[in-house]
């Protein structure tokens, strides 16, 4: 008796909530009463067996109201309709002849639909042949109400489906805008934060870690008046004070990032309040702001700074004003600077938006980046190959390792005998010391071993063998073994472009060298197997992934060389590793300990400086060494008079000339080249997408990527800059030429341009 009390119960509730619903109050909905939630498209699905009559008759009946609807009889296509579709859907079903857990069943379509993560905007309505069909069993698992086929037929029905749409559909809709908002948030370029009803940080955005200087794990959590490190001279109106009492508050102050520098920002407070009208949330918008900006009236004044020096200056100053175990402290310039910046910032007199001023530019001064450009208001210009290259290190994101490619030829036998080369590869060959050589084709000539007989053929030139005092045949094999180490599969970084860069070194060092010998100068011949070598090593190894790639899918090359310079690292100790493992390859086994220290530490040097994120930096040092202070002119890096370091730096300007000079080659090289680092690049882009990593190249998605605006991007940012300063210091008019030819005919393929024609 008492199940059948139970069983009455269930039948009032079922049809209870299949003609009640929870209303929806638009006008108390503050948050989306103002904005447009999209036009009133609602799919109705209907999923019935061919010859039930229920499904054309309601087909007919949704129709009327105006809402789009499809009749299936197949599950396979009721899911496939959910899948294309974007706006919410009701999916109408009978459940005759569809056992429980079996066959189309509404247990098997629910699951279907949670496993495509359709939950969210997919409901799902049974019909049944009455409501005591049910009574031994319950309300079907994933679905909240039910109908009867009687109550198809009649008002119900149209009650259910404006039910739906008010209550359902419409919260579906709110949930989707939620995250969009969500998104536009985090991506906006002001700091946002959202404090709690205890006062605590519930969330903040991307820019905040930007601007204050806190990650989000340091600051979720915990109390708002923490983080919140302004610097008030009138406490009794601060952002603090409103926080404290509920209160808005807009105006701009000056605050502390968490290295304890001073930032002046606008603050804009918005309490967020209940239907009780009591605050229970807090936003707090901080948008940075530069001395340059006007209204410094507006900034409260700071308190006394005397005795609350930035502590990560002084700790900086510390560590670059002595070195330990000398007995004296020693002074070097940019410590000066700093102390200098120091006194004048803690000068009473000096206004407020100056010391902010000052504090950036000892912030600037402190930082190990001197010699790396800041984006100049380009917006998104930088965000793409130019963000890339100049990170040396990890973008944010974390990932598995990537695949390493096993060398079949790790192995090689020792110094087999020099055979001449074939035919064509002589013949090809026979430019090698002409800019226009043709390394593509000799790549097709050569079976894929183009770095071997350019090898062979410049060392020879160069009397490399007689320098290191080592028999052709060694030579010929160390070359095989640095060859064997490059991947064929990678479209760029593989042993033709090392061959490539080592044809366009020795094409810079002839040059070069005869234009010292006019200034009565020259290279020593230790230099220039040091620049040689360096060419045919400088990407040893390779993986055809960058090194922000290399950092975010923590690969083990990034761990061992704490994020830093990670494939230049390893392109060296390998070159070495490998060349000492034995003495018939080892090209260096007849030098002495001391003519070895120097070559070692001359390719260590030349390979680090073919990173891209120090290009700017080897750049402006050249510059520097360069030119006269006084004159303006042109001076020689290389006199008996100029340090080492003047030296090194023209050497690893000649390098990095000879590493990215695919831009200054003929067009139809150049195109070739571009074509396959893009190629490149688009396999590293597709990977990151595939295993929802950072992008380090968003400009290079094969279906958005446009060739010539990057290759555009890259001569402007990197190119012109480089061979300009290495123009100016060792004239190479050809190779100028060239460039000039290349950016117009890219220039000209970009989209504005051909638009313009």
Known sequence: MATTDHQLRMMEKLQSTSTKGTDCNLEEDNCFCTINLGSSIYRVILYFSEGNPLGPLLQKR???????????????????????????????????????????????????????????????????????????????????????????????????????????????????????????????????????????????????????????????????????????????????????????????????????????????????????????????????????????????????????????????????????????????????????????????????????????????LCSAELFSPVSGGRGNSQKDIVAGLLSGGRFPGTGNDITRVAHPHSHLARNPPITPPPPEVEDAIQNLDRWEFDIINLEKLSSNEPLYYVGIRVFKNFNVCEILEVEESVMASWLKLMESHYHRQNAYHNSTHAADVLQATAYFIKILQDYLVSQGDMLERLEIAALLITAVIHDLDHPGRTNPHLCNTKHHLATLYNDSAVLENHHIALSFKITEQSKGLNIYQNLDSVTYRNLRSSIIDLVLATDMAKHFEHLAKFNMYSVDGETGSSTSLTSKDNSRENRMAMKRVLVKCADISNPCRPTELCQEWATRISEEYFNQTDEERRRNLPVVFPDFDRKTCILPVTQVKFIDFFISGLFDAWHNFCPIPLVMDYLKANYEFWNNKSPSNETAD
């Open 62 to 364: 949704v129709r009327d109201i105006d809402y789009t609807v499809s009749l299936f009889h197949s599950q396979e296509r009721v899911v496939e309709e959910c899948l294309l579709s974007r706006h919410p859907a009701l999916i109408v079903m009978d459940t005759e002849h569809k056992p429980i857990g079996g066959l189309g069943s509404v247990e098997q379509l629910s699951r279907t639909i949670h496993s495509n993560k359709l939950h969210h905007t997919v409901k799902l309505l049974p019909v049944v042949k009455s409501y005591s069909a049910i009574l031994s069993t319950g309300i079907p698992s994933g679905v909240s109400r039910v109908l009867s086929e009687e109550d198809c037929r009649g008002d119900q029905f149209l009650l259910a489906l404006k039910l739906w749409e008010k209550n359902e559909a419409l919260q579906q809709k709110k949930l989707l805008l939620g995250n969009v908002l969500f998104e536009a948030v985090e991506q906006s370029s002001d700091a946002i934060q959202i404090t709690g009803p205890d006062s605590c940080i519930m969330f903040v955005n991307r820019a905040f870690a930007d601007i204050s200087g806190y990650s989000r794990e340091e600051v979720v959590g915990k109390p708002a008046m923490d983080i919140l490190r302004t610097i008030d001279s009138k406490s009794d109106n601060g952002p603090k004070l409103a926080v404290s009492q509920n209160q808005s508050w807009d105006g701009v102050c000056l605050g502390r990032r968490k290295s304890g520098s001073i930032l002046r920002q606008h603050i804009k407070l918005i309490p967020v309040k209940t239907n009780e009208g009591r605050a229970s949330f807090h936003i707090t918008i901080q948008r940075l702001l530069s001395y340059h900006d006007s209204d410094h009236s507006r900034i409260t004044s700071p308190r006394t700074m005397h005795g609350d020096r930035l502590h990560a200056f002084s700790t900086r100053q510390a560590s670059l004003g002595s070195i330990p175990n000398l007995g004296s402290r020693l002074e070097i310039p940019i410590t000066k600077a700093v102390q200098v910046l120091s006194i004048a910032r803690d000068n009473t007199s000096t206004p407020v938006y100056v010391k902010e001023a000052l504090e950036q530019a000892m912030e600037i």
